[in-house]
């Protein structure tokens, strides 16, 4: 897939701040008592140390032994350790929902805006990096609420809790304490500049390697036939080797920068607090605040290692969570059609208008290389329009237009009197249909295929079939319409999918129906039993079919002849066979030698 330029790490961040406050906008009230009873667990653990610091102090110290007292505050300290572990749990658990129903909604949204974006995008689309931003760049998502967001938000709430305490308890040593801290920020910041890079570079080959395994099993018949199977394995080795490159780096980031040096900062902090009482004329009264920083510099670093080994989590869940935003990006079809049309939307009507009338139509695909030259076509409701030529002759890109998929920026096309972008996405959609060269089923069954989540009774479903001669052959198999067509119809032949996806097509009524060399990779007798189907619908569906048999559009009301993206024959079969030396004549002959 063609990458766009890259974002920079801030601008990043502000798009998935944007994505993922969206995602979780439905689950704020849940955030919010999350952050208050995280506050309640900080508040347990910083009474803890206030507690240990009176039994030493009021009692241990001067042997004052009483051991009820004693003992309400040995249990408070139990009961203020079970209450934080309690809390966190909960909220540890109250994160983990709303991670999954944000990844749950952003998901969904995802996949639908992929099926909605236009053709030209999946021009220059990898499947496999498709298939890594729906699934594996979204589940980022949840990493960033459970294991960054949580730790983050706990660590910041105990961190300023503790100090708080220690500078209740002396403010003096705790100067020592945040004196310290900056050299947390500048780990942080030499983190950052060695690992993002790699961070970035390791998801985008992640990427990478799920499209070289999609591409690999999709083409599997090819690789084999070709004897590539060791060039496509040191292919993917290396991609592999990359990837493993750049993950050690951001390992080695982590082994260096992150717990070994807030260890010995731990190390630096117990060190000084303890030589500053030693240069003090200490009374019993202080054992109780030595102790008490001890548990509260172990409560201050901790949480910095926590918040800073974050950082490599929340770099990634940053470059996947802006990855899914520039994929949303993408403009959708419709997005495209508003944006061309800038017009309001109307059901496609007659009025007298030909079902489709191009004019003056010019398109390129590359600045300067023109594909269709000025092209010019009236086709009326009810007519079988064939249109033929060479390979490379523009019939596919012609189609691509009346499809939609491009839009034509020289020139008009209009459906039914209305232009092409000015007509509703859906009722487009419902208006037109298309059979594929090669035709898309799904591993399920012949009803599911012919309905395509439509919606369609079975009355409806059984009409299109037999409209499309497929209906005796579906019911001849073992449990009929619910016959479970394997993956990519593994159990059909060519033609029977074909005609499952005439049958598809003819279940959605539509006034307009596109084919796209229906018939180039089906048998003789199949291509007379579509043959048959077409001339049924004579009449009352307006058929244009690209064909590359000539012997499927021998019976088209008009042949059109393009050649070099140029119409240059036009008329009925019989009157352009009789044109001398004319493009359709030698097309036919050349075929029928071939048969």
């Known amino acids: 897939m063609t990458q766009p330029d890259k974002p920079s790490g801030r601008e990043q961040t502000r798009q998935a701040a944007a994505l993922l406050r969206e995602a979780s906008a439905p689950d704020l009230p849940h955030l919010g008592w999350a952050v208050l009873f995280l506050t309640l667990a900080a508040g347990m653990e910083v009474l803890g140390p206030l507690l240990g610091k009176r039994l030493i ?7 004052h032994l009483d ?38 909604r952003l998901r969904e949204r995802v996949y639908n805006h992929v099926l909605r974006l236009p053709m030209a995008f999946f021009d ?45 308890l002396d403010w003096r040593l705790m100067t020592i304490v945040v004196a310290l801290l900056p050299f947390v920020l500048v780990i942080v910041w030499l983190y950052q500049r060695l690992s993002a890079p790699a961070v970035t570079r390791a998801r985008q080959l992640r990427s990478d390697i799920n499209a070289q395994i999609a591409e690999s099993i999709g083409g599997m018949t090819v690789l084999q036939a070709n004897n590539a199977e060791q060039r496509f394995g040191r292919r993917f080795a290396q991609t592999n080797s990359d990837h493993y490159t750049q993950r050690l780096a951001e390992i080695r980031a982590n082994a260096w920068l992150l717990r070994p040096a807030l260890d010995m900062l731990n190390i630096l902090l117990l060190a000084s607090v303890i030589y500053m009482f030693g240069q003090r004329d200490m009374s019993a009264a202080e054992v109780g605040v030595l102790y008490a920083f001890i548990n509260y510099i172990a409560r201050v670093i901790e949480p910095l290692i926590q918040i800073t080994m974050q950082f490599s989590q929340l ?25 061309a049309g800038k017009h309001t939307r109307h059901a496609a009507n007659d009025d007298g208008a030909p079902a489709a009338d191009i004019r003056n139509l010019d398109f390129e695909y590359i600045p300067g290389q023109r594909v269709l030259h000025n092209l010019t076509l009236r086709i009326p409701h009810g007519a079988f329009f064939g249109i033929v030529g060479h390979t490379g002759s523009g019939k596919s890109t012609l189609l691509s237009l009346l499809l939609r998929y491009y839009p034509a920026p020289h020139g008009s096309i209009r459906m039914n009197g209305m232009l092409l972008d000015e007509i509703d996405n859906e009722q487009f959609r419902a208006e037109v249909g298309l059979v594929p060269q090669d035709p898309f089923l799904l591993a399920a069954s012949a009803r599911e295929n012919i309905d395509m989540g439509r919606g369609l ?28 067509m394997g993956e990519g119809g593994s159990r059909l032949s060519s033609g029977q999918k074909q005609l499952i996806a005439i049958a598809r097509a003819l279940a959605g009524k539509p006034r307009i129906l596109l084919l796209d060399e229906a018939t180039s990779r089906i048998d003789s007798h199949t291509e007379q039993i579509v043959q048959q189907a077409l001339n049924e619908l004579r009449g009352q569906v307006t ?16 042949i059109v002849v393009l050649n070099h993206g140029r119409i240059a024959e036009e008329g009925a079969h019989d009157d352009l066979m009789q044109l001398e030396n004319g493009l359709y004549q030698r097309l036919y002959q050349l075929q029928q030698l071939a048969a």
């Open 543 to 558: 058929i244009i079919a690209i064909a590359h048999r000539l012997s499927t559009i021998r019976e088209a009301d008009r």
């Open 124 to 168: 220059r689309a990898i499947t496999g990096q498709l298939v890594s931003r729906v699934t594996n760049d979204t589940e980022a998502v949840k990493g960033l609420y459970i294991q960054v967001l949580f730790v983050i938000l706990d660590s910041t709430i105990v961190l300023a809790g503790t100090i708080a305490a220690m500078a209740w």
């Open 67 to 104: 051991w009820p007292r004693m003992a309400l505050l040995l249990g408070g300290l139990l009961v203020t350790g079970w209450i934080a572990t309690w809390v966190r749990y909960r909220q540890l658990v109250r994160l983990s929902g709303v991670a999954m129903r944000s990844v749950q």
């Open 57 to 63: 102090d009021e009692h241990l110290l001067p042997r």
């Open 315 to 339: 770099q990634q869940s940053v470059v996947a969570t802006a990855r899914v935003a520039t994929l949303l990006g993408e403009a959708s079809a419709h997005e495209h059609s508003a944006a």
């Open 457 to 484: 009774s079975q009355q409806e479903i059984e009409e299109a079939a037999r409209a499309a001669h497929c209906h005796d052959f579906i019911m001849a198999m073992e449990d009929g319409y619910d016959t479970v």
